[in-house]
């Protein structure tokens, strides 16, 4: 985004500091006290302005419409005109009167079809019609002076007014009716507003820097959609871009006034005196929109998604002009794409090549086109308005965005592309190539046979002794018999066999198998309707996580009383299977693809791979090298080892160029035990992998289940693991992993205690990418939109992933622009890990709350639905079934609830 300054415009006294006001094809200031100048955006640097003079006392407002024709309405005590652009002759235009003796106009503005002036007088708002010169409704509700007024595009009937008691109202101007009365949203007054001409929303400035946007929609009771602090989101901007420059944007000023404490502080930097940021002032609001028509084509799939329809529309920007920079912020995503100092020289056309504006006081903007806007600023301590021309930030094409490094942004040009579902083949040394081979059974053989080299004839004397529970029994003890045949002569019998072999019922298929071989059914809706609950256990304990397998036909569960859960659909009938084995709270559950096992994490430093029938564990993983057998045997006549050097893949991964800090050696008998608690485990790459992380440590395994059994050594477990690849992070710890195993993937998605997110490819080893401070906090759940086998979506839909923290709403990151596309705002989670998770069809984002109620987020509107209500306790997990639209959830009591479209 660039700027440049185009010309300087005369600007009268202004004792009542009215505002410029700014459209597509006019330019409107006051030039004296009484009379207002007009300037054609056309000819704005080779013509005179237009005056217009029909006041005969001081203009204290105007405003200009938003409509092809415009007109030009201006207010003093006495009189309110209306003046025709459109008739404009030689410096002539046409004015009528509206209205006599309004008293102090504080806010004006004009519905979409210039026939209803909306006029605010002090706390009032009078309500002009066409042709009719006294006042059609007054207004009443604010108790303080009203200072912007707007008409919705989306309701005619809808107008919006702004008021010094720093709250808002929504009127229904055709049944003279409050629609809603907003609280106190500010602690400074609310100085702009816009309106959103694609989605029913709302944007609103506050003079303590704060943009607030709100959700116009009656069935949304006027909810809040997000609120910038202009300052923060600058601060951290520029932190981003330019590591190297100061912290605080320029325009900061020093703070003399120091308590003794920072004195003492301050005394050994020597020059350096205390920095504070002046308070960024939102002074103009303006929505700037693109040309949808060549990225929504038709690609031949009518499998579209709520995320599909987020990455094929190009989102509107909102261009935030503040006292000392002009910014271009993502109506979606609430992220700065552009931000400009006006502090700094900005090359000019009209001066000698450089113009400084400075720290501003008055400011208004259009857009002209499609690539440009067009910015009037100005201070209080010139007599003149600086006319800027701005360019609009650049966004990513979507449709278009091909799989070459081309078509993606400047800063992701040098990195690879980053696709959920792999662009490439596997390499011949990447650790997904390694494989767990079962171990060949081989007879045992004695001493004397190993002498002679010849094979010993088996004799009844050379068999093993062996003692069994029963013996057969010869026959003495039995009583003769009588009868050696006696047959079955029964008529009846014989004549009902082909009866009943006709009339036998085949065994009934249960609605849910049904269900199954149906697709996923989009047109219900999401699942809003409480339909069955389940109390995990009398003592209540909290569920950690919720999880469905592939098929839909089982419901993972972990809970905090050290075991883990599985219920068995149909859901109502309460089958459950429990996993007794963990000493600390299991704080993760994973299905396989297959559903025949299910692994679970937990904090003592274990995880556990079941059978989905219950029992013993199958595999523990507690050492971090492997299975303590398997790790310090280095007999290379294995058959593994034969295997690998066979395929010469062991080879390869040990000369595989990898960093050293983050590989460790196959063949290290230092088999230490986890010594962090196991935050999450599961299956990875179509069941082949175990991925784990612990403490700073990412983990993959491969590993082998031994299917047979010894009666006698039931206890002893022949199944093992092995580590294939270790990763490590330079933070902390790792918060929360996802990744895909219903389908073959390479990435591995990790936020860590450092508020990054980052982004391993496994077939390079390498971490591909870091998202740098995401949230304000670490982030707690990771959503991947991987689908489901009954729901398809398109291939691009796949590369979105969800994250949430605490104190912070949940956002929607692209993975191959690396760029953040939505911000998702409304859930309390303040305290609890609260998990998030995408419907299988991609149009629905579910989250815990600690409100004691679940929010479904429409991804296509950006806002939650009405939340679902049932709970007693903070909400935790949440689940959706593959198959159909269901949603469990589960709450810190124990308590699972499970929701169905109506």
Wanted: hydrophobic letters at 35%; one cysteine or more; glycine letters at 4%.
């Amino acid at each position: 985004m660039s700027v440049t300054h185009l010309c300087s415009l005369p600007f009268g006294t202004n004792p009542g500091r009215l505002d410029p006001c700014i459209g597509r094809h006019w330019i409107a200031l006051p030039l004296t006290k009484n009379t207002v100048g007009l300037w054609k955006i056309s000819q704005i640097t080779k013509c005179l302005p237009i005056e217009l003079t029909n006041h005969s006392s001081e203009v204290c407002a105007i405003t200009l419409s938003s409509d092809r024709i415009t007109y030009l309405v201006s207010a003093c005590r006495e009189k309110i005109f209306m003046w025709d652009l459109c008739s404009e002759r030689d410096g002539q235009i046409s004015s009528k009167l509206c209205h006599s003796n309004p008293g102090d106009v504080t806010a004006l503005s004009i519905n979409n079809s210039n026939d209803i002036i909306a006029v605010g007088v002090d706390f009032k708002i009078l309500l002009l019609k066409e042709g009719s010169k006294d006042a059609v409704t007054i207004l009443e509700a604010h108790r303080g002076m009203i200072t912007k007024l707007a008409f919705c595009p989306h309701y005619s009937a809808t107008l919006v007014s702004l008021s010094d008691d720093r709250s808002f109202c929504v009127w229904d101007i055709q049944d003279s009716s409050l629609l809603f009365h907003s609280k106190i949203i500010s602690s400074s007054p609310l100085i702009s507003v816009s309106m959103n001409w694609t989605n029913p929303q709302i944007a609103i400035g506050t003079a303590d820097g704060f943009l607030k946007v709100f959700d116009l929609g009656s069935s949304n009771d006027f909810r809040q959609l997000s609120s910038v602090d202009i300052s923060s989101a600058l601060k951290k901007y520029i932190e981003k871009k330019s590591p190297s420059e100061s912290m605080l944007p320029e325009g900061s000023a020093v703070n003399t006034k120091m308590n003794r404490q920072q004195k003492n502080t301050d005394r050994n930097c020597a020059g350096n005196p205390a920095v504070v940021q002046i308070s960024e002032s939102v002074l103009s609001v303006e929505y700037v929109y693109f040309a949808q028509d060549c990225l929504l084509v038709n690609t031949g799939n009518d499998n579209s998604s709520g995320i599909s329809d987020i990455l094929l529309e190009k989102p509107p920007l909102i261009c935030v002009i503040t006292s000392n920079a002009i910014l271009q912020i993502n109506s979606r995503s609430f992220e700065i794409l552009k931000a400009i100092k006006l502090h700094s020289p900005i090359v000019s056309h009209s001066f000698c090549g450089i113009k400084n504006i400075g720290t501003l006081s008055y400011a208004a903007s259009c857009q002209t086109n499609s690539t440009e806007m067009l910015v009037v600023v100005g201070t209080i301590f010139q007599g003149k308005i600086e006319v800027l021309q701005l360019e609009v930030a650049d966004q990513i094409d979507y449709v278009h965005l091909d799989k070459t490094e081309d078509s993606l942004p400047i800063s992701v040009a040098g990195e690879s592309t980053l696709t959920i579902i792999p662009l490439s083949a596997v390499l011949s040394s990447s650790p997904l190539v390694a494989e767990m081979l079962p171990p060949i059974e081989s007879k045992p053989v004695t001493k004397g046979d190993v002498a002679t080299g010849k094979k010993k004839l088996s004799s009844v004397m050379n068999q093993p002794l062996t003692f069994k529970a029963k013996v057969s029994s010869s026959g003495y003890l039995q009583a003769p018999r009588t009868a050696m045949f006696k047959p079955d002569t029964s008529q009846s019998k014989f004549l009902n066999m082909d009866h009943q072999r006709r009339t036998k019922q085949e065994p009934r298929r249960s609605s849910f198998a049904k269900v199954l071989k149906a697709d996923y059914d989009t047109q219900k809706g999401p699942p809003i309707d409480c339909c069955d609950n389940f109390q995990v256990d009398a003592g209540g304990s909290a569920v950690l996580c919720l999880r469905f397998s592939n098929d839909g036909s089982n419901l993972g569960c972990a809970l905090s009383n050290k075991c883990a859960l599985t219920l068995k659909s149909a859901y109502s009938k309460h089958i459950s299977t429990t996993f007794l084995g963990h000493n600390n709270i299991v704080n993760s559950i994973y299905w396989s693809s297959s559903t025949s096992y299910v692994l679970t994490a937990s904090n003592d430093k274990t995880a556990l791979l079941w059978n989905k029938t219950g029992g013993e564990p199958l595999l523990s993983l507690t050492h971090q090298r492997g299975t303590v057998k398997e790790v310090n045997s280095n007999n290379t006549s294995s058959p593994l080892m034969r295997k690998l050097s066979t395929q010469q893949s062991y080879r390869k991964y040990q000369s595989s160029e990898l960093s050293t800090s983050r590989r460790q050696s196959l063949t290290s008998t230092d088999n230490k035990p986890f010594t962090k608690e196991i935050k999450h485990a599961q299956f990875f790459y179509v069941d082949k992998f175990i991925l784990l992380t612990h403490g700073a440590n990412l983990s993959l395994f491969k590993y082998h289940i031994a299917q047979n059994k010894d009666d006698i050594k039931k206890y002893q477990c022949y199944s093992r693991y092995k580590l294939v690849e270790n990763w490590q992070t330079v933070s902390a710890v790792f918060t929360a992993t996802a990744a895909v195993n219903a389908f073959y993937s390479h990435l591995v998605i990790c936020a860590t205690s450092g508020r990054n997110v980052e982004v391993y490819d496994l077939n390079k080893s390498v971490l591909a990418h870091t998202f740098i401070e995401c949230h304000s906090r670490p982030a707690h759940s990771i959503a991947i939109n991987e689908g489901s086998c009954f729901a398809s979506q398109p291939t691009e839909a796949h590369n979105v992933i969800a994250t949430s923290s605490l104190t912070d709403p949940i956002k929607l990151w692209d993975l191959r622009t690396r760029t953040n596309v939505q911000a998702l705002q409304g859930h309390l989670n303040n305290a609890h890990a609260c998990q998030i998770t995408f419907s299988p069809c991609g149009d629905y984002l579910a989250s815990g709350s600690e409100n004691q109620m679940v929010y479904i987020f429409d991804l296509r509107t950006g806002t939650y639905l009405d939340p679902l209500r049932g709970h007693s306790d903070v909400v935790t997990s949440v689940a959706f079934h593959p198959g159909y639209p269901l949603l469990a959830s589960g709450s810190l009591n124990g308590r699972i609830l499970f929701f169905k479209s109506l």
